[in-house]
């Protein structure tokens, strides 16, 4: 019902956000189950915005949606982040086993030694990211949990000079060179 004339045609997306506001007027006891009855057959059979808008017109607007529970969207990035670690070993393992299959698959299966040291790294890096106490890491920038950049390097500008180089030791007849001032 986002037009503001009230004389368009009404699509059955408004019929149906009609409906559905009145259903949660009802839920709030604004209105009795006749009323409901009522109201919502002239939604579905009302033809304009205008006809939808005179049936919600008594009643106050709805509260907006509340945000999902539990919504986090630095643990959705984790999440990814550990999804993309569990694609690089399936892809690191599906290597390793063509490659001993190529060689001729003779003899100790060897794939099995860098998917185990794989996975377990991908485990502790999973729990790192997603197990408990993630989101406090996360908070203070503590493991790979941080944030990106929360540990970055110093900028060289912030860095000390390194001390010049000794100078080259003098020939015999030459005399020592003085090394250059630091500034």
């Known amino acids: 019902m986002s037009p503001a004339e009230p004389d368009l045609r009404a699509s059955d997306a ?83 086993v063509a490659i001993w299959l190529a060689t001729g698959a003779s003899g100790h299966f060897w794939p099995i030694w860098v998917m185990l040291g794989a996975g377990i790294r991908l485990g502790m890096v999973s729990w790192s990211e997603l197990g408990p106490g993630a989101a406090e890491r996360r908070r203070l920038g503590r493991g790979s949990s941080a944030a990106p950049n929360a540990a970055a390097p110093r900028a060289a500008a912030d860095l000390p000079a390194p001390p010049p180089p000794p100078a080259p030791p003098a020939l015999p007849g030459e005399q020592a060179q003085e090394p250059p001032e630091r500034r």
């Open 14 to 96: 408004e019929r149906e956000r009609a409906a559905t506001a009145l259903r949660d007027h009802y839920a709030a006891g604004r209105i009795t189950s006749e009323e409901l009855d009522e109201r919502t057959d002239a939604a579905y059979a009302a033809r304009t915005v205008g006809q939808l808008r005179t049936l919600l017109a008594d009643l106050p607007p709805l509260p907006a949606a509340p945000p999902r529970p539990g919504h986090d969207p630095e643990r959705e990035r984790a999440k990814r982040r550990v999804l993309h670690r569990a694609g690089t070993w399936a892809l690191l393992s599906v290597a390793m």
